[in-house]
Each structure stands twice: as structure tokens, then as C-alpha cells.
């Protein structure tokens, strides 16, 4: 599975952003996507998944209530949508899927950097 990450720019605190993750390749293979983020000097963290057949969907309690991520299975495409913005949010942001039969994050977008600016 390829990943396209995309949507990153900069945003001024309290605003909003859509980041979206393109699936090509074997997208039938898919169980599960997510979203990480990497800020400056510090490790990637996990930021939110959803199951890809179900919807179900688990977050970072950072951004509970502020993020929501979604699927088009049409589309082989993952968002997430990101309203009330903080500085603390500014980071990059990497989309990944997770295969049936594996426990781990195999396939990893490019990243996408998303700023924002107190």
C-alpha cells in the first residue's frame, strides 16, 4: 500500500485545517489508518486511527473534541479534520495503514507539515 499525505500550510491559532491520505496499491489489504504527528525534538506520536470497514475511530485526548478523522472507501482516502488549532498542534503529520493479519503500522505517507501561529 502507497500512502499520499496532503492539506498541511500554515494556520493562525484557532483556525482550521483538512489533512487527507490517498491509498494506492493493495487498499483492499487495509484494516485500519491513522494519523501521527512529529513536532521539533520531540517523538512521533499517535494522533488518531479509524478501522477502515466499521469506522470505528480512537484519538489522542489532546485533540478530543478539537479533531476528527474519516473514511471514504471509495475514495481509498483518510482526513482529518482539524478545527480550533493550537501552536502545540504544529507539527508534521504522517498518515499510515495497518494490514489485516499484522499488529503494526506497515505503510507510511511522506508527511505534511502543518504550522500554526499564536
Known amino acids: 500500500v502507497q500512502l499520499q499525505a496532503s492539506g498541511g500550510g500554515l494556520v493562525q491559532a484557532g483556525g482550521s485545517l483538512r489533512l487527507s491520505c490517498v491509498a494506492s496499491g493493495r487498499t483492499l489489504s487495509i484494516l485500519q489508518m491513522a494519523w501521527f504527528r512529529q513536532a521539533p525534538g520531540k517523538e512521533r506520536e499517535f494522533v488518531a486511527s479509524?478501522?477502515?470497514?466499521?469506522?470505528?475511530?480512537s484519538y489522542l485526548d489532546a485533540v478530543k473534541g478539537r479533531f476528527t478523522i474519516s473514511r471514504d472507501n471509495a475514495r481509498n482516502t483518510a482526513y482529518l479534520q482539524m478545527n480550533s488549532l493550537k501552536p502545540e498542534d504544529t507539527a508534521v503529520y504522517y498518515c499510515a495503514s495497518r494490514r489485516q493479519g499484522r499488529s503494526d503500522y506497515g505503510s507510511w505517507g511522506q508527511g505534511t507539515l502543518v504550522t500554526v501561529s499564536s
Open positions: 479509524i478501522t477502515w470497514s466499521g469506522g470505528y475511530s
